[in-house]
């Protein structure tokens, strides 16, 4: 039997790992359920944020500047491609979406490596939350508690704008009924690149908010991006509640089987995901149709 | 019918006389070109050196966790080619006397492959094809290194590896046509032990972070069986997969385990990401660090802060340029064309050049079958790591190995001054016995 110390920690870990498996996730579930566009270049606009935070960072000295600046940077990225390039393939198959934005993850990627080279950037935990906090035989690293607050805000925040906002409600008319919405005086195109653009703040926030967790370097996206899409698919593909619900079961799901053996912590979140497809096919929360 | 029949009796008669001849003629003419002219085409000799160049085929990883030292190893190539065929080399290495090798310009490719066995192999098949590559190099995983060997061995094409630390390599999956000059992970684990025990001591307990691939799991071995004379022992060992994005469910692991050493197997970007999470997981607080395969970007990336006191082997480190004459023309180019100290990776680039090219004027000939007896004879070879030679037995270079420590901030005289060099162990002491190896060599034919 491990020692309770272990599981105590590993449990705890899986909360907090799970919050932020659910921002990155959140990103790519209000994409897919509002506009219905699979999104392949999820990893590598999470790749981009963690180098403009990275960046902001190394010019001003200011986590928080880095934060905002860093995911508003990535937004605008994505705004841009989503009026020059994705806006065209809204009524195009699925497969052609895949296509075009696998190959724009690409492009971003290279971009990134030929600018910056493959050695891992470095962006510093904030000072002020560089320590570990040890509550009884549990110790854990401060900024990852910080990190699981951004990532409740963020997903608190998104959930607000779009199921209970004005902004939201249209939102959601123009993407069921964009005709009658036109009818109404307000323009379809625009509601779904601010849709659009959502989506990729928030993938931003999470690639600013993960920086000082990981190594960024240009295939940091991609491991992020596979466990975005169990995530969602756990959850129920394009539900946001879903996707909190997905992050908060990939989270334990790796953590509780870390504390026998790490190595099949992969093993068994696709082997989860198997047999909620098998027993649910939409997922935990997901429902027929676009939400 | 019968006409026929005889006829056609008579014509393989005459094929069968004519067969008798040319082999009669063969056996009488003189030894040396008797052999030359039996081993006429050996892979990609002598089609690929027709012309006034040479071609090599170079595939390192450009993309994914390894593509920063994959970029080192190219820079490492690109600086030997321009050496050599410069003339650079001449009269630093005693076998070259002119520009090129044996009169001829060395040209060459490079491809991505992944850090994966597949597109490596397509990229060097490509080679072969497309440019009648005479050698195939470069790699930075020992898996990639274990099927390029393969292919070299069914294409008859000379490989020398590029930076691989197996023990497979020069082991169970050694290959006639590959060469290793890497310090494989026992030669590591056998170099670094002694010296943990006395800067350690004696009686710990380690956690250690394996890759689960080959070169994480001979490393993991070599480590436990040359520090259990000491007396440590294994408090946990994680498995992990190469590309981990996040490593805090084995960090968690490795803080709960009550280790007081914390043996860090993983490779690339890898090492620098779970040696970063762990400190914020409060785990090198109490805990010493070992990365016995000591990476090239490690310190570079997370700074002297962390680094200090860490202990490792390496290849190479820029400061062992000081004392030798092709090391110090590396270092001193290499930085003047790209503004930085190069790694080990691009070292072990530009040493194996050196090697094959001195192999390629014994010999008199890019014949694989001819350099390979050459770099099998145990002569010993002018390089920018001092004289070495290959030990025919596993085709392991018997090269010193260089343990080093991470250096203080206050101890550093330059902003890239990261690590002392604490002693230089000799290859033969470090080199596992050849019966060990299980290496069984196949034939040349």
């Given at each position: 039997m491990p020692p309770t110390a272990l599981i105590l920690s590993q449990v705890f870990h899986g909360l907090v790992l799970g919050g932020m498996l659910a921002l990155v996730g959140s990103g790519l579930t209000i994409i897919l359920g509002t506009l219905g566009l699979v999104n392949f270049a999820h990893g590598a606009l999470f790749t981009f944020a963690a180098y403009a935070g990275w960046i902001v960072y190394e010019q001003t000295g200011s986590y928080l500047v880095a934060l905002v600046i860093g995911a508003l940077l990535t937004c605008a990225l994505g705004l841009a491609i989503e009026r020059t390039l994705i806006s065209r393939f809204y009524q195009r198959p699925h497969e052609d979406q895949i296509l075009l934005t696998f190959g724009l993850g690409i492009v971003i990627t290279e971009a990134l490596r030929w600018q910056f080279g493959g050695v891992g950037k470095t962006m510093p935990v904030p000072e002020l939350l560089s320590g570990a906090l040890r509550v009884g035989p549990i110790i854990y690293p401060e900024y990852r508690l910080a990190v699981f607050g951004i990532a409740a805000l963020a997903l608190l925040g998104c959930y607000?704008?779009?199921?209970?906002?004005?902004?939201?409600?249209?939102?959601?008319?123009?993407i069921e009924d964009t005709v009658m919405v036109r009818m109404l005086g307000l323009r379809a195109s625009r509601i779904r690149s601010m849709v659009f653009g959502l989506g990729v703040l928030a993938v931003g926030v999470a690639g600013v908010a993960l920086g000082p967790i990981v190594s960024i370097y240009p295939d940091v996206g991609a491991r992020f991006m596979v466990h975005s899409f169990v995530v969602v698919v756990i959850g129920g593909l394009g539900s946001f509640p879903g996707a909190i619900l997905g992050g908060f079961v990939a989270g334990q799901i790796q953590t509780l089987t870390s504390i026998f053996d790490p190595a099949y912590s992969d093993l068994m979140l696709f082997l989860v995901m198997v047999i909620i497809l098998a027993v649910r096919p939409r997922g935990l929360l997901g429902v027929e149709g676009r939400q | 019918m019968n006409g026929n029949h005889d006829q056609g009796s008579r014509r393989q008669r005459r094929d069968l006389m004519k067969f008798a001849a040319l082999n009669a003629g063969l056996l009488a003419l003189p030894g040396g070109l008797r052999e030359a002219m039996a081993q006429a085409t050996v892979g990609p000799f002598p089609d690929g050196v027709k012309g006034d160049t040479a071609f090599v085929g170079v595939s390192?990883?450009?993309?994914?966790?390894?593509?920063?030292?994959?970029?080192?190893q190219q820079l490492g190539f690109e600086l030997a080619f321009e050496h050599l065929n410069s003339g650079k080399w001449v009269g630093l290495i005693p076998e070259l006397k002119a520009k090129g090798v044996l009169g001829k310009r060395i040209e060459f490719g490079v491809a991505d492959t992944e850090a994966k066995p597949e597109p490596a192999i397509q990229a060097q098949t490509r080679f072969l094809r497309n440019n009648k590559a005479i050698l195939m190099t470069g790699c930075y995983s020992s898996a990639v290194t274990v099927a390029l060997g393969k292919l070299a061995t069914r294409e008859k094409v000379l490989y020398m590896a590029g930076p691989a630390g197996s023990d497979d390599v020069t082991g169970k999956d050694c290959q006639r046509f590959s060469f290793r000059s890497q310090p494989s992970t026992y030669m590591a684990a056998k170099a670094l032990a002694p010296v943990l025990a006395e800067k350690l001591g004696k009686g710990r307990k380690v956690a250690y972070l394996v890759p689960d691939y080959t070169f994480g799991h001979t490393q993991f071995n070599a480590m436990v069986r040359f520090t259990e004379s000491m007396g440590w022992t294994v408090a946990t060992k994680q498995v992990c997969p190469i590309g981990t994005a996040d490593y805090s469910t084995y960090l968690l692991n490795i803080a709960n385990s009550g280790a007081d050493v914390f043996v860090n197997c993983t490779?690339?970007?890898?090492?620098?990401?779970s040696v970063k999470q762990a400190r914020t997981f409060g785990v090198l607080k109490n805990t010493a660090l070992v990365v016995p395969t000591l990476q090239p970007f490690l310190a570079q990336q997370l700074g002297a802060e962390v680094t200090q006191g860490l202990w490792g082997a390496m290849d190479f480190w820029w400061t062992m340029g000081a004392n030798n004459p092709i090391a110090k023309l590396f270092v001193d180019d290499f930085l003047a064309k790209h503004k930085y100290k190069p790694y080990w990776p691009a070292h072990i680039a530009y040493s194996q050049m050196q090697i094959w090219a001195a192999a390629v004027e014994r010999a008199r000939s890019f014949n694989p079958i001819e350099v390979i007896k050459q770099l099998e004879s145990g002569k010993p070879m002018t390089t920018s790591l001092g004289e070495v030679y290959y030990r025919a037995g596993d085709h392991q270079l018997i090269r010193p190995v260089p343990v080093m420590r991470g250096k203080k901030p206050s101890e550093m005289k330059s902003p890239d001054d990261y690590y002392e060099l604490v002693q230089t162990v000799p290859g033969k002491d470090a080199v596992p016995p050849l019966e060990e190896t299980n290496c069984k060599m196949g034939d040349l034919a």
């Open positions: 607000l704008l779009l199921y209970h906002s004005r902004l939201g409600l249209i939102v959601r008319a123009a | 390192v990883p450009l993309t994914g966790p390894f593509s920063a030292e994959g970029k080192d490779v690339g970007n890898d090492c620098s990401l």
